[in-house]
């Protein structure tokens, strides 16, 4: 399983990115794909997640109504568009991968830094 994400950048407060994250090696379509942040020193935090199909998906209540997964199956690709972001949104976007109730695979992560 290989990850890599892209998309994030600096951006002032009330603007907007779309993260990617390209899957490879694995059956993309069976994996359950989740977006977490990190910040140095503290815990990674898991932002979103969506399920195989795309029908279901998952929220953290920090980023509900500003943040959106979605997935292309086809692309192998997982996304997440972030509006509106605050400057506590500030931090390293990683993605995950997991199949069934298994570990999850990491991808290296993709920095977003909001800042007037």
């Known amino acids: 399983v290989q990850l890599v994400e892209s998309g994030g950048g600096l951006v002032q407060p009330g603007g907007s990115l779309r993260l990617s994250c390209q899957g490879s090696?694995?059956?993309?379509?069976?994996?359950?794909m989740t977006w977490h942040r990190q910040v140095p020193g503290k815990e990674r935090e898991g932002v979103a997640g969506?399920?195989?199909?795309?029908?279901?998906?998952n929220y953290a209540d920090s980023v509900k109504g500003r943040f959106t997964i979605s997935r292309d199956n086809g692309k192998k690709l997982v996304y997440l568009q972030v509006n509106n972001l605050k400057l506590e949104d500030t931090a390293v976007y990683y993605c995950?991968?997991?199949?069934?109730?298994?570990?999850?695979?990491w991808g290296q992560g993709t920095q977003v830094t909001v800042s007037s």
């Open positions: 969506i399920s195989t199909e795309g029908r279901r998906r």
């Open positions: 090696g694995f059956i993309f379509s069976n994996y359950y």
């Open positions: 995950s991968a997991r199949y069934g109730s298994g570990s999850s695979s």
